[in-house]
């Protein structure tokens, strides 16, 4: 009797294990689907005076305050400075 409880709890352990183990593996599979574009893509940057999406990467910019802002062109950006 005390042999089969004892059975029974490492069947329980393995159980636990693998379940453990396949758990694990799919959430890492699922980490990497969700972080891989926002880590790989930049962002996009809307321009606030023509509404143009822009790369923050190439776009000029203008800092106010601790808010960057990006457009689409120099143009742009002076006519937010007019503004
Ligand atoms: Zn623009």
Request: include cysteine.
């Given at each position: 009797?005390?042999?089969?409880?004892?059975?029974?709890?490492?069947?329980?352990?393995v159980?636990?294990?693998?379940?453990?183990?396949?758990?694990?593996?799919?959430?890492?599979?699922?980490?990497?689907?969700?972080?891989?574009?926002?880590?790989?893509?930049?962002?996009?940057?809307?321009?606030?005076?023509?509404?143009?999406?822009?790369?923050?990467?190439?776009a000029?910019?203008?800092?106010?305050?601790?808010?960057?802002?990006?457009?689409?062109?120099?143009?742009?950006?002076?006519?937010?400075?007019?503004?």
């Amino acid at each position: 009797m005390v042999l089969r409880l004892l059975q029974f709890l490492l069947i329980l352990a393995v159980v636990r294990a693998v379940w453990r183990l396949g758990r694990g593996v799919l959430e890492g599979a699922g980490y990497r689907r969700v972080d891989g574009p926002t880590r790989v893509g930049v962002k996009l940057q809307r321009d606030p005076v023509c509404g143009t999406y822009v790369s923050p990467t190439k776009a000029p910019a203008l800092r106010i305050g601790g808010e960057t802002l990006y457009f689409c062109s120099d143009s742009c950006r002076r006519e937010w400075e007019r503004r």
